[in-house]
């Protein structure tokens, strides 16, 4: 036997009574612990054997068992209570022992649960690789790179018969920084299959994607996952058939602006009455103003603060006025603009120029209305201008 076992008991007579039975080797660990020590020593555990004394401490053991994370816990208790032991194994519990258990019985048992140990030992290596690449995120098994992601998963289906989803999900923002991330991703965790996937795309914002699954069940799915987070969260579904990565991407976040807009309270909205649109102008376009600025000072900041060392040999320029805002993006070769412009005091206009060479210039314009343009819009669309442009100008130093 090789690996560490952790004896968890408040009666110090068990550790002698089990380490007797243990026949530990010299590279073996052995680590002794009482149950009030257990919520600071919670680390040492998740890649050991635990081996449990429920004795006067039934309640304790269970919860223990709920919080253990996979790790192998052995149970031993002096009388094998029916509904006890049942309880033990379904709250996570490896094997149940009493004093009657035979020595090689219990020898077989542990055996088998170092050998879970060491699989969960070459896990966690792995896990850390792939943490160190910004490939997964350290608290959850959330994946960071979901263009990739798609593009792999999308090649995939396209050669498939089966109908899947990719569900785009967000607070709105008044609940935005209300609710952890870790929060978001254990319950969404929890209630999917493990074939499923979870990406993160923005802050508290995610890519669901539902494998095998058609638009209806992918709803009831979100209804289940929803009614367990303790803030307001919205969902966009967009059924994956025929389209590419970025079409998919659009169509899902479009769905999740639209539940976002409809259910929406818009108490700091402009109010904009149309049997009163002749009132004064100048009112409307300071309230339009302020209403801007509400939304763009703080999304372009936040994305200045999160890009600003991410992008080698990129500088970040923002700029806002009272007649436009605009972000630019240089890099050596190439540039970028995204310009938000407010011809009247209802529409909003926001026009993205890539410009790879004098002759190469990519323009596009989007038409938003008051009531659309909204900080998680905007936000949405300032990553994809992003992603878009450090694709453009890989070329610079190549």
């Known amino acids: 036997m090789q690996g560490q076992i952790v004896l968890i008991s408040d009666d110090s007579d068990f550790f002698d009574y089990i380490t007797s039975k243990l026949l530990l080797r010299k590279n073996d660990a052995l680590l002794n612990l009482k149950f009030d020590e257990l919520p600071d020593k919670m680390h040492l555990i998740n890649t050991s054997v635990l081996i449990v004394n429920s004795e006067n401490a039934e309640q304790q053991t269970l919860e223990f068992l709920s919080l253990s994370n996979n790790a192998p816990a052995i149970v031993f208790a002096y009388n094998e209570y029916e509904n006890f032991k049942s309880d033990a194994y379904k709250h996570g519990a490896f094997a149940f022992i009493t004093p009657m258990t035979p020595d090689i019985e219990f020898q077989a048992l542990l055996v088998s649960a170092l050998n879970v140990t060491s699989l969960l030992n070459k896990n966690q290596q792995y896990r850390d690789i792939l943490v160190s690449k910004n490939i997964i995120k350290p608290s959850n098994e959330v994946l960071l790179d979901y263009n990739s992601v798609l593009d792999e998963e999308l090649a995939k289906m396209h050669n498939s018969s089966y109908s899947s989803v990719l569900v785009a999900i967000s607070p709105d923002e008044k609940t935005k920084f209300l609710i952890t991330p870790n929060q978001i991703e254990t319950v969404i965790l929890n209630n999917v299959r493990k074939n499923d996937i979870l990406m993160n795309y923005a802050v508290n914002k995610y890519f669901l994607l539902l494998y095998d699954t058609d638009l209806e069940d992918a709803k009831k799915i979100w209804a289940k996952i929803s009614c367990r987070i303790p803030e307001r969260m919205y969902a966009g579904f967009a059924k994956i058939f025929s389209m590419n990565r970025q079409q998919l991407i659009n169509e899902a976040l479009n769905k999740l602006h639209e539940a976002i807009n409809y259910d929406k309270v818009y108490s700091n909205m402009l109010e904009i009455n149309e049997n009163s649109e002749r009132k004064n102008f100048k009112l409307f376009r300071q309230e339009l103003n302020k209403k801007i600025n509400n939304v ?103």
Not at 315 to 340: D, H
Not at 350 to 378: C, V
């Open 296 to 398: 763009v000072i703080p999304v372009f900041y936040h994305l200045k603060q999160k890009y600003s060392e991410k992008l080698y040999g990129i500088s970040i320029e923002q700029e806002v006025e009272e007649k436009y805002s605009c972000m630019e993006l240089k890099g050596r070769y190439t540039s970028a603009v995204f310009k938000i412009t407010t011809p009247g005091f209802a529409n909003i206009n926001i026009d993205i120029t890539h410009i790879t060479s004098p002759h190469n210039i990519d323009a596009k314009r989007i038409n938003l209305t008051l009531e659309e343009f909204e900080a998680g819009l905007l936000e949405d669309l300032l990553e994809q201008f992003i992603q878009e442009f450090r694709k453009e100008s890989k070329n610079d130093f190549t």
